[in-house]
């Protein structure tokens, strides 16, 4: 299964309102994760099952979609939310990722 | 904690082979599917292969399949990664992780260079 995120990249103040989408190749119902990751770090879980919050992810992201269309969404970008998200697909193997998207905050 | 911690990489040749292992703390490991992903450098993410909590099955990417095996004991609380016939390709940050879908559980990752 082919996952595409759109933007690669943006840029965005802080307060913004900012939307990642993530598109699978064929119907992976909501086997759908984001992630955030950071320069020389590991990846953290922000959102499973397309829409669930992990535990400790501040409230300001948001999940959304099933199907084939899922965005991520921050309502409210602070500075520390500069990174690079990724969305992953679990419906089936092998677990594919999107090529991410690159977050920076002006 | 919950913890994993990798280690095995380093510079090996191309046509070479390393064993990454991954020591789990802090969780009963023996309940959890456990994963390899890689990173090469300034690129994306990539799964690699999946062990059943038991060990008695897994999955592989096909970019590895054939050349990478994975493997685990329960009793030591370690995952491995048998990485064989290793390319230029395979040059990457590894990393090991705990689930079996969305992963909520990751090392900090080891760098495996390969370069002749």
């Known amino acids: 299964i082919q996952m595409t995120q759109s933007p690669s990249s943006m840029s965005a103040s802080v307060g913004d309102r900012v939307t990642i989408t993530c598109r699978a190749s064929?119907?992976?119902?909501?086997?759908l994760a984001w992630y955030q990751q950071k320069p020389g770090k590991a990846p953290n879980l922000l959102i499973y099952?397309?829409?669930s919050l992990q535990r400790g992810v501040p409230s300001r992201f948001s999940g959304s979609g099933s199907g084939t269309d899922f965005t991520l969404t921050i309502s409210s970008l602070q500075a520390e939310d500069s990174a690079t998200y990724y969305c992953q697909q679990t419906r089936n193997f092998p677990r594919t990722f999107g090529q991410g998207t690159k977050v920076e905050v002006k | 904690q919950v913890q994993l911690v990798e280690s095995g990489g380093g510079l090996v040749k191309p046509g070479g082979s390393v064993r990454l292992s991954c020591a789990a703390s802090?969780?009963?490991?023996?309940?959890?599917?456990m994963n390899w992903f890689r990173q090469a450098p300034g690129k994306g993410l990539e799964w690699l292969s999946m062990i059943t909590d038991n060990g008695r099955s897994v999955n592989y990417a096909d970019s590895v399949k054939g050349r990478f095996t994975i493997s685990r004991d329960n009793a030591m609380n370690f995952l491995y990664l048998q990485m064989n016939s290793l390319t230029v390709d395979d040059t990457a940050v590894y990393f090991c992780?705990?689930?079996?879908?969305?992963?909520?559980?990751w090392g900090q990752g080891t760098l495996v260079t390969v370069s002749s």
């Open positions: 099952s397309a829409s």
């Open positions: 802090g969780f009963l490991f023996s309940d959890y599917y």
């Open positions: 064929q119907d992976i119902s909501d086997w």
């Open positions: 992780a705990r689930g079996e879908y969305s992963i909520a559980v």
